[in-house]
T-cell receptor, first 113, second 114 residues
Framework: SQTIHQWPATLVQPVGSPLSLECTVE??????LYWYRQAAGRGLQLLFY??????ISSEVPQNLSASRPQDRQFILSSKKLLLSDSGFYLC????????????FGPGTRLLVL | GESVGLHLPTLSVQEGDNSIINCAYS??????FIWYKQESGKGPQFIID?????DKRQGQRVTVLLNKTVKHLSLQIAATQPGDSAVYFC?????????????FGAGTRLFVKA
């Protein structure tokens, strides 16, 4: 069966510090991968998605970037965090873009102080 | 523009009653719909899905209804239990604004009273 991992689970970082969140998927090949941000009590905002190694599509301009160095690894980064980057970051995978469900990881809660 | 929205942001039901969570979508090209359940501090979990060639699909204690005429989706939970307390999101998939996308609704928080 497929599993998706995210780490760390919780992170407290000062403003201006760098960020690296990692997501890995097991039990599948060539997944589509997604990064979402969720503000407290709100819905999901798609940040990035990837259909293959090195292929990243950005949905919203922001202080963050994403990379996919391996087939089942997706990384969310920032060079300098802002207060507004605080939130719950969710990674998800799907077998393909066309009409298939996305399956979410446990999330990383980021607090920027 | 395209949107998936929810009629009721908060729903409170008595334990044992049936719950109905509603969702409206605006993109007639969407052909696949999903309901997710998100418990506090966790990622959304897939509950049930339905394709546009169907109008009803049943799972264990859950039923999804799709009305394409009025672009409405609902999730029915039978005999609601305290463990059903969570935020429920609907999502639509389809060709939106020239590309294939998944759009999530804002979510409905379900409270189950014991």
């Amino acid at each position: 069966s497929q599993t998706i991992h995210q780490w760390p689970a919780t992170l407290v970082q000062p403003v201006g510090s760098p960020l690296s969140l990692e997501c890995t998927v097991e039990g599948t090949s060539n997944p589509n991968l997604y990064w979402y941000r969720q503000a407290a009590g709100r819905g999901l905002q798609l940040l990035f998605y990837s259909v293959g190694i090195g292929q990243i599509s950005s949905e919203v301009p922001q202080n963050l970037s994403a990379s996919r160095p391996q087939d089942r690894q997706f990384i969310l980064s920032s060079k300098k965090l802002l207060l507004s980057d605080s939130g719950f970051y969710l990674c998800a995978w799907s077998p393909g873009l066309a009409s298939l469900a996305q399956y979410f990881g446990p999330g990383t809660r980021l607090l920027v102080l | 523009g395209e949107s998936v929205g929810l009629h009721l942001p908060t729903l409170s039901v008595q334990e044992g009653d049936n719950s109905i969570i509603n969702c409206a979508y605006s993109n007639s090209a969407s052909d696949y719909f999903i309901w997710y359940k998100q418990e506090s501090g966790k990622g959304p979990q897939f509950i049930i899905d339905i394709r546009s060639n169907m109008d009803k699909r049943q799972g264990q204690r859950v039923t999804v209804l799709l009305n394409k005429t009025v672009k409405h989706l609902s999730l029915q939970i039978a005999a609601t239990q305290p463990g059903d307390s969570a935020v429920y999101f609907c999502a639509e998939n389809g060709v939106i604004s020239g590309g294939f996308k998944t759009i999530f609704g804002a979510g409905t928080r379900l409270f189950v009273k014991a």
